[in-house]
């Protein structure tokens, strides 16, 4: 799949792991305190999907973010990607979820689309080692104007 890139939507670089980015323009590097919180709501989690939190990327004009994850080592990315898929699907029954298998640059990867009427979330599951997640969380108010930036957030992501 072929990602429109605008570069006046486009901001600060991301490093996780193998993988590189652009985040969109005016979603600059969450603080501390607030990284910190994001990790705290996600550090009860002990299911085998369970993450680490790496950084964020906040908008503060709308609210929206971008959530950088770093997952387990998986000893095969294709059967564990599909369960996640299914689970999240089961999680969130009453939403829109699509699910596209694409490259992302020379990554292979998933994303899953989630909507509802508060929030537009894209997830990215990208195989690299450890797996590298991408959390694009959009207020549905917002998804109008933050739309192409999202979408050319996405073509810039890369293997570094």
Do not use: C
């Amino acid at each position: 799949m072929e990602f429109a890139v605008d570069s006046t939507r486009l901001g600060v670089g991301v490093t996780e792991g193998q993988v590189t980015l652009l985040a969109p323009a005016g979603w600059p590097l969450a603080d501390s305190a607030t990284t910190g919180r994001i990790r705290s709501a996600v550090a009860g989690d002990t299911s085998r999907f369970r993450f680490e939190v790496s950084s964020a990327y906040i908008d503060g004009v709308g609210g929206a973010a971008l959530i950088v994850k770093r997952f387990a080592e998986v000893p095969n990315f294709l059967p564990w990607a599909r369960d996640l898929v299914a689970e999240l699907r089961s999680v969130r029954s009453g939403q829109d979820i699509r699910e596209e298998w694409l490259l992302f640059g020379d990554l292979a990867g998933v994303q899953v689309y989630a909507a509802d009427s508060t929030r537009v979330q894209f997830s990215i599951l990208l195989d690299t080692r450890p797996i590298t997640g991408l959390d694009y969380i959009v207020p549905r108010a917002h998804w109008e104007h933050q739309v192409r930036s999202v979408e050319s957030s996405l073509g810039t992501i890369r293997r570094r």
